[in-house]
């Protein structure tokens, strides 16, 4: 059994209906690694609830947690905490108990976590980077990236506005696109917009992404994934392989390595959209374009 997957721009993925689990709830899409970044547990803007079903429905050898997973911002203006919150961190402690390796690369929202490097909480390995080894031999640098991010680094005050604007931005886009959807429109992202029109927004998000390059250059590596900056995407620069995985506060996107080393973007919001357009859930699993084993 294959699925039917769809090619979208920048390497995404999606497929028709979304996958359901056996009869015994285990996951039906295997990778050999993936890579999840920018949860922001803690915030309102938190898509717990997608994350917890992408999580249900998926499995991986290495399951690598870049940065910004708890949101230690948020929570020191004003404590929030859903059931759905510690849902999502009970179903990671399970994938560590079961086997999968879990790394959580600490982040600047979550720089608590840089405390308690080379110590392993219920099997998850904290880290302040990782070099991973994918199936054809390339060493991927894994770093958040908020240490080559300028703002954070030389104008702390200025990373903390501007992350009181986005949660601003988040919570404009939350009402915008509760009337669009009454009117059967797709969800439309506020703060995405503002990034890719504003000039110095795409000046500062392509400054990011050639100082990553520039680092896994240095440290004569393949290629680097990151988050950060809540903007998922696979590109080459200069020779070296770029990868964001995104967030799951908007976007909904996860990296994923697949068993020959080939790494592509997870469109999940996308997936979800097509699941619903459809008639039923498929009788069948299908895979976000990868094929299923044979039965």
Known sequence: MTSAALELPQGRLTTGPLPVPGDDGAPVLRFRSLFISDIHLGTTGCQAEKLLEFLRLTDSQHLYLVGDIIDGWQLKRRF????????????????????????????????????????????????????????????????HGDLFDAVVQRARWLAFVGDHLYTLALYLNQWFNHVRAKFGFPYWSLSQYLKHKVK?????????????AREARRRHLDGVVCGHI???????????????????????????EMDDGELRIIDWRTVEEAAGAATALAASPVAVGVPLPQE
């Open 80 to 143: 929030y905490w859903h059931q759905s919150h510690n849902d999502v961190v009970q179903k990671i402690l399970r994938k560590a108990r079961k086997g999968t390796r879990v790394t959580w690369i600490a982040g600047n929202h979550d720089e608590a976590m840089r405390h308690f490097l080379g110590v392993a909480f219920g099997g998850i390995e904290i880290a302040d980077e990782a070099v991973h080894g994918t199936a054809d031999g390339r060493r991927l640098l894994v770093i």
């Open 200 to 212: 110095n927004a795409v000046s500062y998000i392509a400054d990011f992404e050639e100082a990553l």
């Open 230 to 256: 809540h903007k998922a995407e696979i590109r080459d620069i200069g020779g070296i392989l770029y990868c964001n995985d995104g967030d799951w506060v908007e976007s909904l996107t996860a990296l994923a």
